[in-house]
């Protein structure tokens, strides 16, 4: 590990939201494996706020997990909300309830991008979440049946209208560089979140042009929906090198991989959450670098993906 100066641990979203890198993503929180309120509420509860009391003013949620279920214990958690506390939600998938993602095979979540359930979504957004304008609001999947200038045309509506304060895109797997520049075409997209860590980088162009048009780039599964950091992974031997966890190691490899990347870690246990709050203070060396990249030589999470949704 190194002892250079640490990377920049804040950025700032569509100009105005300045939030640390290191964030929370909420899904989890809906229950095991997504599919139902949390069986413990209270313990959701005091998972949420002693994210922000370790520092998180950024937290990612959605509209279909639940569905509504994850939105509203954010509620009951932090609201009335810190100050600087952003939160982001997402829109645009159907969901019709909490057994949709369990019977593999069967399509029972669709992209549904139609400009009057958009406008419906984010009013049970606004009313889930206890609030009047959502910080940051994003497309959950862009709806191919959908014109996207109607799609994204609708949020910029929203937007005028003070009940959105900017707008992102979402992606599953990935939104891809084309469809990114037509959506800043039509408006101005603040973020984009995709399908990324350090063993599936199929989102490095998209994250490139993040990076070059002032876009926040958002991984979902930085982790790699668990399966990197699972014992006998293949960065355990790295990450004793460096003297942290695997998580950790992960989480610093994504927030050293550009200065864009927000990342949003979600956990369900305490000691999880503190560890990987930690991350922001582990600066890898270049030899660290080169020590992951032979780690994961001949390895990838392409062909482990679990089928169902992003986060």
Avoid at 23 to 32: D, E, I, K, N
Avoid at 227 to 241: D, H, T, W
Wanted: charged share 15%.
């Amino acid at each position: 590990m190194s002892n250079a100066t640490p990377v920049l641990d804040r950025l700032t979203i569509g100009g105005d939201l300045a939030v640390h890198r290191l964030g929370y993503g909420a899904m989890h929180l809906t229950g095991p494996g997504m599919w139902g309120p949390y069986p413990d509420p209270a313990h959701a509860v005091a998972i949420l706020r002693a994210a922000v009391e370790l520092g998180v003013d950024f937290i990612d949620t959605a509209d279909c997990y639940g569905p509504g279920d994850n939105e509203r214990i954010i509620c009951q958690a932090l609201h009335p909300y810190p100050e600087q506390l952003v939160i982001s939600t997402k829109g645009g998938l159907l969901r019709r309830g909490p057994s949709d993602w369990t019977i593999p095979g069967r399509e029972y979540i669709v992209p549904l991008g139609r400009p009057a359930y958009l406008r419906q979504q984010v009013e049970m957004s606004l009313r889930n979440l206890g609030v009047e304008r959502i910080d940051l609001y994003q497309l959950h999947s862009i709806d191919p049946l959908v014109p996207l200038a109607e799609q994204i045309g609708m949020l910029s509506d929203l937007r005028a209208e003070g009940k959105i304060g900017h707008i992102g895109l979402s992606g599953q797997p990935e939104v891809t560089c084309e469809q990114l520049t037509q959506a800043c075409a039509l408006t101005d997209i603040a973020a984009v979140e995709n399908l990324y860590n350090v063993a599936d980088r199929t989102g490095d162009a998209a994250l490139k042009y993040a990076e070059q048009h002032d876009v926040v780039f958002i991984p979902w599964f930085p982790l790699g929906h668990g399966q990197l950091v699972a014992p006998g992974g293949p960065l355990e031997g790295v990450a004793a090198q460096c003297g942290a966890s695997v998580s950790q190691l992960a989480l610093a490899w994504l927030l050293q991989r550009s200065p864009s990347t927000l990342l949003i870690p979600g956990t369900t246990s305490l000691a999880h959450l503190a560890e990987n709050m930690k991350a922001a203070d582990l600066v890898l060396s270049e030899s660290d670098l080169t020590l992951i990249e032979e780690a994961l030589s001949g390895y990838s999470l392409a062909t482990r993906r679990p089928v169902g949704p992003s986060v």
